[in-house]
């Protein structure tokens, strides 16, 4: 293989390969060459700009087989509610919620690139989590893009959360999502110091983007390799408009923030488009200050907890599980932290 490094410091490669990763489990390697043979049907709806249809065929491609797959693997109860005005689903594992958790309740914040994902995707997200961590989980319908635009989505979280203190103390409920969810996890800490809310006892971020609005390694080389990347319009149209250096949009813009941040979990792969982003989140959380602890699989994709079938999905719900365990309600330091979660 040549490569050639030009003087900006570009490097320029020619005949990379980049086999499947042996770290990887095989039934994730066997999915990741699925996904990838070809681009998801629902991609060419960003260039039409049918909202409508590309919510359908995203649903239609990939949520609702992984909603049921969840369902089967992982029994729970489901009830639609609405919580501070806003449309919501209760899912609580299906045996009950035991004691130590009476007290605790997950928001979960679904993906869908700020455009999509209400419904099932939301469930996908919730189900496993709610089941391992043997706890109550709200996956909330914010509102999404194009119709609405930043801030709406923080607004509608920020609501539930104050319907939420009315039952539970803030520092037993924890907000987790993926993607867009997992970005608006860091988002909704910074609303709440803003808008002067209590901290949640913790936050959970899932292949997401809190750090800023820039590329990195991770999306470049994610387009040399083959991985889907969002089009790049999918974001500007919830954040259209708004400043990327605004610490409600960016939170690694303050430090000062971030040294106010609950522990928070990130969790990213190798091939996930956001790594870079997760990764520098991760640091600047560190040197700030704040209780934050990183975790990256080799060699699988953006949003992978959304296949509910694989070895590292149920590494990752596990992970999540004992993370909210041992922060909601405590003050546990990491150390403790990672002694409880591998002993």
Same mark, same amino acid.
């Given at each position: 293989m040549k490569t050639?490094?030009?003087?900006?410091?570009?490097?320029?490669?020619?005949?990379? *390969?980049?086999?499947? *990763?042996?770290?990887?489990?095989? *039934?994730?390697? %066997?999915?990741?060459?699925?996904?990838?043979?070809e681009e998801p049907p629902y991609y060419k709806e960003f260039a039409s700009g049918n909202i409508a249809k590309l919510r359908q065929s995203w649903d239609e491609h990939e949520a609702m087989p992984a909603?049921?797959?969840? %369902?089967?693997?992982?029994?729970?109860?489901? %009830?639609?509610?609405?919580?501070?005005? &806003?449309?919501?689903?209760?899912?609580?594992?299906?045996?009950?919620?035991?004691?130590?958790?009476?007290?605790?309740?997950? &928001?979960?914040?679904?993906?869908?690139?700020?455009?999509?994902?209400?419904?099932? !995707?939301?469930l996908v997200e919730a189900i496993p989590v709610a089941h391992v961590g043997n706890i109550k989980v709200i996956t909330l319908d914010y509102r999404l893009a194009p119709e609405h635009t930043f801030p709406a989505a923080s607004i509608d979280i920020a609501a539930a959360y104050q319907a939420l203190l009315t039952e539970y103390q803030p520092s037993h409920i924890g907000i987790y999502g993926c993607s867009a969810g997992g970005t608006l996890a860091a988002q909704t800490v910074a609303w709440f110091h803003r808008h002067s809310l209590p901290a949640p006892g913790a936050i959970a971020m899932i292949c997401s983007n809190a750090a800023r609005m820039g590329t990195g390694d991770s999306m470049l080389l994610g387009r040399a390799f083959g991985v889907c990347v969002p089009p790049p319009t999918k974001l500007r149209w919830y954040f259209d408009g708004s400043d990327p250096n605004d610490p409600l949009v960016s939170p690694c813009a303050s430090p000062d923030l971030l040294a106010k941040f609950p522990p928070t979990l990130l969790l990213s792969?190798? !091939?996930?488009?956001?790594?870079?982003?997760?990764?520098?989140?991760?640091?600047?959380?560190? %040197?700030?200050?704040?209780?934050?602890?990183?975790?990256?699989?080799?060699?699988?994709?953006?949003?992978?907890?959304?296949?509910?079938?694989?070895? =590292?999905?149920?590494?990752?719900? =596990?992970?999540?599980? *004992?993370?909210?365990?041992?922060?909601?309600?405590?003050?546990?330091?990491g150390s403790t932290f990672q002694k409880r979660l591998h002993k």
């Open positions: 050639k490094i030009d003087a900006a410091g570009t490097v320029h490669a020619a005949n990379l *390969s980049l086999p499947v *990763s042996d770290f990887a489990s095989a *039934s994730a390697n %066997k999915q990741f060459t699925r996904l990838r043979a909603l049921e797959r969840a %369902k089967m693997l992982f029994p729970v109860d489901i %009830k639609p509610t609405r919580l501070g005005g &806003i449309s919501a689903d209760v899912v609580t594992p299906a045996g009950g919620i035991p004691a130590h958790n009476a007290q605790r309740v997950l &928001i979960n914040l679904h993906g869908g690139g700020f455009i999509a994902g209400a419904g099932a !995707r939301a792969t190798s !091939r996930d488009f956001f790594l870079s982003h997760t990764t520098h989140m991760h640091l600047q959380l560190t %040197k700030a200050g704040a209780n934050a602890h990183l975790y990256i699989w080799d060699g699988l994709w953006h949003g992978f907890v959304w296949q509910p079938d694989l070895p =590292e999905s149920r590494e990752a719900y =596990e992970i999540i599980s *004992s993370f909210f365990n041992s922060n909601l309600g405590s003050q546990v330091t």
